[in-house]
T-cell receptor
Framework: QEKVQQSPESLIVPEGAMVSLNCSFS?????SIWWYQQHPGKGPKALI?????GNKKEGRLTVYLNRASLHVSLHIKDSQPSDSAVYLC????????????FGAGTKLTIKP | EAAVTQSPRSKVAVTGGKVTLSCHQT?????MYWYRQDTGHGLRLIHY???????EKGDIPDGYKASRPSQENFSLILELASLSQTAVYFC???????????FGPGTRLLVL
């Protein structure tokens, strides 16, 4: 069973700061990794995904995947108060039947 | 944008009672999912379906049934609700398995 661990559990940063969120997974056979954003009282919304080793940039978001260390990180540049939310890491793996496992999330607060 | 709706948005149920949560998607997606979210546990997959009239067990199916009468509709049924099933339930849809998932707004269930 895939295990997905996120750190830190919560993070408070000032507006404009760079934010770094971490996600570790347990199975090297994992395929794609997604980051979802969840605002209070809402459903998660997909932000960015990555499959290949290396990095991927979309707007203020950059994600880094290192399959050798089973680690993926999400970086948010020039953080805004509207970025305050819970960020969920989701890892897919194929055990014959495809499965996606979510981490418990990191609660991010951006202070104006 | 892809649309997933859930009803009811919140519900109070009695222990031992039957509860039905409904989900409707207008995305023309084949895959639909039911998750529960508890503090500290992230999202856990209960049941999913990739075609009408067929459902599959997820990671925590015990105490839950699912029904997919059409491509657009997916229901989660708690035949005998228990206190431990108090949680927020999310429905999601995706075009392909392991593809980006689109979530509904959630149903907050309180079992007393």
């Amino acid at each position: 069973q895939e295990k997905v661990q996120q750190s830190p559990e919560s993070l408070i940063v000032p507006e404009g700061a760079m934010v770094s969120l971490n996600c570790s997974f347990s199975d090297s056979a994992s395929q794609s990794i997604w980051w979802y954003q969840q605002h209070p009282g809402k459903g998660p919304k997909a932000l960015i995904s990555i499959f290949s080793n290396g990095n991927k940039k979309e707007g203020r978001l950059t994600v880094y995947l290192n399959r050798a260390s089973l680690h993926v990180s999400l970086h948010i540049k020039d953080s805004q108060p509207s970025d305050s939310a819970v960020y969920l890491c989701a890892v897919s793996i194929n055990y014959g039947n495809e499965k996606i496992t979510f981490g418990a999330g990191t609660k991010l607060t951006i202070k104006p | 944008e892809a649309a997933v709706t859930q009803s009811p948005r919140s519900k109070v149920a009695v222990t031992g009672g039957k509860v039905t949560l409904s989900c409707h998607q207008t995305n023309n997606h084949d895959y639909m999912y039911w998750y529960r979210q508890d503090t500290g546990h992230g999202l856990r997959l209960i049941h999913y379906s990739y075609v009408a009239d067929s459902t599959e067990k997820g990671d925590i199916p015990d105490g839950y049934k699912a029904s997919r009468p059409s491509q657009e509709n997916f229901s989660l049924i708690l035949e005998l609700a228990s206190l431990s099933q108090t949680a927020v339930y999310f429905c999601a849809s995706s075009d392909l398995n392991q593809d980006t998932q689109y979530f509904g707004p959630g149903t907050r269930l309180l079992v007393l």
